[in-house]
């Protein structure tokens, strides 16, 4: 069983507007999102400070206990609203996350606290699977000792890295993780969109 929860609680400087409901080819990019993934999750949530801007959805939103504390204060956020033991989390602002992909990360939960994928050498967090209460009970741990990075508690859970030559056998060009956080970015998107 699992919880998908889309992020959507950055501050978005650099888009100058809140990133999730940005137009992108006619709609929200958060709905770009939540249609490719709604099929795959038993339920899903939106973490956000701004529920009422998201409510025309019709998906349920949580706001973070601290807003502002950070990305990893907005995963435990979305880690205790989620009902199912396993939670996909995905950031609002990467309109070309695919599916395939996160079936492969899903795959793996049952072995697993945390799934993440590899791209450019970089750890993916908002865009992984995560068990909940290991990994609540770990986050809690590191925010109590002020440690703040998305990825600190991954070597105290079960973690479980999906390398980046896994990934590209469903996403040659790493799509799934471009993530638009300017309005050059989003522009780019859109050219993205209109090639197919």
């Not at 959507?8 to 650099?14: D, E, I, K, V």
């Not at 929200?28 to 973490?47: N, S, Y």
Request: charged residues 20%; contains cysteine.
């Amino acid at each position: 069983m699992l919880s998908i929860a889309v992020q959507a609680g950055g501050r978005s400087s650099r888009m100058g507007q809140d990133k999730g409901l940005v137009s992108l080819a006619g709609k929200a990019m958060i709905e770009h999102v939540l249609e490719k993934v709604r099929p795959l999750g038993d339920d899903l949530l939106i973490t956000t400070n701004n529920g009422v801007n998201y409510s025309y959805l019709n998906v349920p939103t949580v706001a973070d206990a601290v807003p502002g504390a950070g990305a990893l204060e907005g995963l435990l956020t979305a880690l205790e609203a989620a009902t199912q033991d396993f939670v996909l989390v995905v950031a609002c602002d990467m309109p070309f996350v695919n599916p395939d992909l996160l079936s492969v990360l899903i795959a793996e939960k049952d072995k697993f606290d945390v799934i993440v994928p590899r791209w450019e050498g970089r750890l993916q967090p908002l865009h992984a699977v995560y068990r909940r209460e290991p990994c609540m009970t770990a986050i809690k741990t590191q925010l109590a000792n002020n440690n703040k990075r998305v990825i600190s508690f991954f070597e105290h859970v079960r973690t479980h890295i999906v390398e980046e030559n896994i990934v590209a056998q469903v996403d040659p060009q790493g799509r799934s993780f471009h993530n638009i956080n300017t309005p050059q970015e989003l522009l780019e998107a859109e050219e993205l969109l209109d090639r197919g």
